[in-house]
């Protein structure tokens, strides 16, 4: 029987209809979009084109201050890096979360490195950075704030309109990594006054490889430094040849998850809340990660007393499921959004996140259930039967 994939969270499988529309850009219209001088680069300019704006829409944004890139890590990077070089001479402050995804966290220890202060806020109980605690923590040279909309490990929704209206009354930038929200919840970067926002395809039922950055354009306009030379691509904040069957997939994409985002919020959530109910059944004593309200609709981050989540993936292997953030899964340590909220370290390695997705279906909750419950038991039993457990 096929293996169930519940690690949406991680990456998703490109949509058919994303495919679909992406494939006669490698083989038919190839040509370089900076090419325009004959119809090969027309046909690739357009299709770049109409991409933008269908990303900037999605976003409330204009099509000019949309730049694309390699994913979200390279976005946030940029946005970062380029944003706080450009404006050091207005101040070396910059205020980020604990719970950030770690191409957020390195890029703000990178700017230590050169001479930046950096405030990493601990975020409450649930995962949740409050408007409150990051005006607590502005000072008079604070140049750039950064808090993430949705977090990828416990699903928590950040109150990014309330921060950027904070920020931007004093004239600090406010850049937020939406790599799981976009698609998936309403985001209005011109009405919430933010000014920088980064996205990724490949959550998003797109291709891997494809990003964007949205970079305001005016009141203010925002000025980054680019991280990479090379012929001016992008309003020149990212030179290098355009990925066009990834930016065409990445538009497709977009397309689909506004379309669909309604309907699939609701039985997403649905989903979700029938595998926590019967994971509840079969585990009493499990204890849930994050809000369950304010939530990423097919996130859920549970854990199992005393019982090691690495052990009770080993005793599913038919199930498809993550004890954190795919970009630091290879580390030993426990999750480090997990411990800013609290939970100890030996509650944090025994968490699992499941993370549901556009094609889980019903039957495959329940068989994940079922196959969570068994691996659990397993694994208690063997650790009572070596005298490690209760």
Known sequence: MKPIYLDH???TPVDPR??????????????NAASRSHVFGWKAEAAVTAARETVAAALGANANEIVFTSGATESINLALLGAARARRSRGTHVVTAATEHKAGLD????????????TVLAPDSEGRVSAASVEAALEPDTTLVSVMAANNEVGALNPISDIAGLTKARGILFHTDAAQAFGKLPLDVHAW???LLSISGHKLYGPKG?????????????RLLPLQHGGGHERGMRSGTLDVPGIVGLGAATRIALAERSAETARLTALRDRLLEGLRAGIP???VNG?????????????????PADDVMAHMRDVAVSTGSACSSNEPEPSHVLLAMGRSAEEAKASLRFGLGRFTT??????ATASVIRAVDSVRTLRKEVGLGP
Do not use: H, K, W, Y
Request: with cysteine.
């Open 291 to 307: 809000p369950l309200e304010d939530r990423l609709p097919g996130n859920l981050n549970v854990g199992f007393p005393g019982t």
């Open 210 to 222: 494809v990003g964007a950055l949205f970079v305001r354009a005016q009141n203010p306009r925002v």
């Open 362 to 367: 019903p039957e495959e909750i329940e068989r």
């Open 107 to 118: 890029t703000c220890r990178a700017l230590e490195s050169e001479g930046f202060r950096v």
């Open 193 to 195: 006054g933010i000014d």
């Open 18 to 31: 994303v495919l679909e529309a992406m494939l006669p850009f490698f083989t038919e219209d190839f040509g």
């Open 285 to 287: 004593d499990l204890f």
């Open 9 to 11: 969270n991680a990456t």
